[in-house]
């Protein structure tokens, strides 16, 4: 698209910078490596540019025109959410960043979504204790803005940190996505494999990590614990599953007299002589072996 000593020249506005067209600018960045920011008002300056975040009143993708603050916006998602830039960027490049429809749709709506809610001024999110909210990616890129005692600060200067710091973010999350969908398919294959679908065991090179493991078969119904290996240890875990993988309360715990128990108390009890440890709450054990976690699982599945 571009020749070599040609950098793409992205404008945006001017005076203060916000999330969207900061994600908005990073996202283009990694796409063309170099580019050449311009940060005005200049409408001179904004006709020649090669692709216009967050100001313009005109949203064409065609001419790379990404602005969402004309009257009849720029539209909205089927859940709602209306774009804002990063939104619009997004849904013309992500599809080539992302790969694969999994991390597309996932990174939209993990990442993009919150941030183009928040532009928009459309509330997807509330503190259930008053005087305590999650410190989110919008006052994180703030930090990144002068103080009133900064004036003398360059502000063209932070909304460039900024944006080198949301390149990092969007690479990243990515990359975890990626692995993400590649671990999913993986794992639902040992589902549809495994012959009792209640326990769901997995292979010694199949280290995902529990929350990836559990988020995946959480999300259906016939699995009550699933067996995997613990690299930190050495040893294998078993977990039992949660009801779904927006909350921590499980299908089915291990057995009463187990909670709490380690090694020789929890070997006497279960049975299971490699036994190391089963969590008071009555989610997770521990063997030293495959097999015997295993043995933990089919024992707890037929208490």
Same mark, same amino acid.
């Given at each position: 698209?571009?020749?070599?000593? /040609? /950098?793409?020249? *992205?404008?945006? %506005? =001017?005076?203060?910078?916000?999330? @969207?067209?900061?994600?908005?600018?990073?996202?283009?960045?990694?796409?063309?490596?170099?580019?050449?920011?311009?940060?005005?008002?200049?409408?001179?300056?904004?006709?020649?540019?090669?692709?216009?975040?967050?100001?313009? %009143?005109? !949203? +064409?993708?065609?001419?790379?025109?990404?602005? %969402?603050?004309?009257?009849?916006?720029?539209?909205?998602?089927? =859940?709602?959410?209306?774009?804002?830039?990063?939104?619009?960027?997004? /849904?013309?490049?992500?599809?080539?960043?992302?790969?694969?429809?999994?991390?597309?749709?996932? $990174? @939209?709506?993990?990442?993009?979504?919150?941030?183009?809610?928040? @532009? =928009?001024?459309?509330? #997807?999110?509330?503190? *259930?204790?008053?005087?305590?909210?999650?410190?989110? *990616?919008?006052?994180?890129?703030?930090?990144?803005?002068?103080?009133? /005692?900064?004036?003398?600060?360059?502000? @063209?200067?932070?909304?460039?940190?900024?944006?080198?710091?949301?390149?990092?973010?969007?690479?990243?999350?990515?990359?975890?996505?990626?692995?993400?969908?590649?671990?999913?398919?993986?794992?639902?294959?040992?589902?549809?494999?495994?012959?009792?679908?209640?326990?769901?065991?997995? +292979?010694?090179?199949?280290?995902?990590?529990?929350?990836?493991?559990?988020? #995946?078969?959480?999300?259906?119904?016939?699995?009550? $614990?699933?067996?995997?290996?613990?690299?930190?240890?050495?040893?294998?875990?078993? #977990?039992?599953?949660?009801? =779904?993988?927006?909350? !921590? #309360?499980?299908?089915?715990?291990?057995?009463?007299?187990?909670?709490?128990?380690?090694?020789?108390?929890?070997?006497?009890?279960?049975?299971?002589?490699?036994?190391?440890?089963? %969590?008071?709450?009555?989610?997770?054990?521990?063997?030293?072996?495959?097999?015997?976690? *295993?043995?933990?699982?089919?024992?707890?599945?037929?208490?």
């Amino acid at each position: 698209m571009f020749g070599k000593n /040609k /950098k793409p020249l *992205i404008v945006t %506005h =001017n005076s203060g910078f916000h999330t @969207d067209d900061v994600f908005a600018v990073a996202t283009l960045r990694i796409i063309f490596g170099e580019i050449e920011i311009i940060r005005t008002r200049d409408e001179e300056i904004i006709e020649r540019a090669d692709y216009v975040v967050d100001l313009g %009143h005109i !949203y +064409d993708p065609d001419k790379n025109r990404f602005d %969402h603050h004309q009257t009849e916006g720029a539209g909205k998602r089927g =859940n709602g959410i209306p774009y804002a830039s990063f939104g619009l960027v997004w /849904k013309k490049f992500g599809p080539d960043l992302s790969e694969s429809d999994y991390v597309f749709e996932k $990174f @939209d709506q993990e990442i993009v979504q919150a941030i183009d809610a928040s @532009d =928009n001024g459309f509330d #997807v999110s509330r503190p *259930i204790v008053e005087g305590v909210e999650n410190f989110s *990616i919008g006052q994180i890129i703030g930090l990144f803005q002068p103080t009133w /005692k900064e004036t003398k600060k360059d502000i @063209d200067k932070s909304f460039s940190e900024a944006v080198l710091w949301a390149e990092e973010i969007i690479k990243r999350k990515i990359k975890v996505l990626k692995d993400e969908d590649e671990a999913t398919r993986i794992i639902l294959n040992k589902y549809e494999q495994a012959p009792d679908k209640r326990l769901i065991i997995l +292979d010694e090179k199949d280290s995902f990590g529990r929350y990836i493991i559990t988020k #995946v078969l959480s999300a259906l119904e016939e699995p009550l $614990f699933v067996v995997f290996p613990r690299p930190d240890t050495g040893a294998w875990q078993v #977990v039992a599953l949660n009801q =779904n993988p927006n909350t !921590y #309360v499980v299908r089915k715990k291990f057995s009463e007299n187990w909670l709490g128990l380690r090694n020789e108390e929890l070997s006497k009890v279960s049975g299971v002589e490699d036994a190391i440890f089963c %969590h008071r709450n009555g989610f997770m054990s521990l063997a030293k072996s495959k097999e015997g976690a *295993i043995k933990l699982a089919k024992l707890a599945l037929e208490a």
